[in-house]
Every structure is written in C-alpha cells, then in structure tokens.
C-alpha cells in the first residue's frame, strides 16, 4: 500500500533538528508530538517554541507553509529540503532561508521571505529557493529579499495585491531573466 504521511506541524519542543523519523520536534493534526515523515506537509506557525531550524538530513515534505503572524523564523544546515515541495509564505513575520534547497515555485502572500542564495545563469543551479526555472511570486504585499549581494535567475510575478523586493543596505541584487 502506498503510504501518505499526515501533516505536521512544527513545535521545536526538543530541538532545532528537522530531519526524518527522528527527533519529535513536530506536532500531528491530532495535537500529539510527532516525528517528521517524508510526503508529510509540514507548517511553521507562531505557536512554536523554537523557531531556528536545523536540517540535519534531507527532508522531502509535500509542502511547505509558513504562516508566522509574530515570530521570525530561520532555516539553516547543511542538507535540504528536496522533492520540490511548493513554499508559501502567509503572515506578516520574517522567514529566512540560508540552506541550499530543491523546491517548487515560491508564494510570497504576506510577510517577508529572504534568501542567502539564489540560482542563476553564472553557475549556481540551485539555491535557497531551487532551481532557477522555479518562480517567486509576490500577492498581498508579500517581501522578497536577499541576505546579501546575490545574482538570480528566477521569475518574478507581481500578482494579486502587489509586493516588494527588499534589498538590504550595502547588497546588491541582479536580477536576469
């Protein structure tokens, strides 16, 4: 039988650690702590008591949502997130993604996504948002910034409600494509 993995939501209650049928850093539809399981759609909300997130393997959720009202949070590691799960960013907090990933397109529908790395077309396939024929759409007012200096490849598209790219002082951001 094929296996479907019920959604999480993350916690942090024991760490920092996402990674696969590991650490219990996630909570079930049910409320009950869980592990992560790969095809799960895994959402980050401010309930959580920790919000810096490590990979410590490579994950492969469904989807992935950040719906931080209040808290910012941040993903780092040095694995990622695969199997090109779509990102949407709902909220009006700050998430950051400073790891290398292989996601879906991006929806940024409130709040603030940045990026440390992006792809491009000077040899960087992949980045903190996947490959560059994936694309980054702003609706809602939603954010999209960078870290730091960063050249990108991505599409772009202003939709429903407009949004922003944010360029922090003494970066530079290229855009191409």
């Known amino acids: 039988k094929n296996f479907e993995a019920e959604p999480v939501t993350w916690t942090g209650a024991n760490s920092s650690n996402w990674n696969v049928d590991a650490d219990v850093n996630f909570k079930s539809i049910s409320d009950e702590p869980a592990k992560f399981l790969n095809g799960a759609p895994v959402t980050f909300d401010d309930n959580a008591t920790n919000t810096n997130i490590v990979l410590t393997s490579n994950v492969a959720p469904a989807a992935v949502t950040f719906a931080n009202q209040t808290k910012a949070y941040t993903l780092s590691g040095d694995y990622i997130i695969d199997n090109t799960p779509e990102i949407m960013k709902e909220g009006a907090a700050k998430t950051t993604i400073n790891n290398i990933n292989n996601v879906g397109n991006t929806t940024i529908a409130g709040g603030s996504l940045y990026a440390a790395s992006l792809a491009n077309n000077v040899g960087t396939d992949m980045g903190s948002l996947g490959t560059k024929d994936k694309t980054i759409t702003l609706m809602n007012g939603g954010t999209f910034g ?32």
């Open 146 to 177: 960078v870290v730091g200096s960063n050249e990108g490849a991505h599409k772009i598209i202003c939709s429903t409600g407009n949004g922003q790219i944010d360029v922090p002082s003494g970066a530079t951001f290229t855009q191409t494509g």
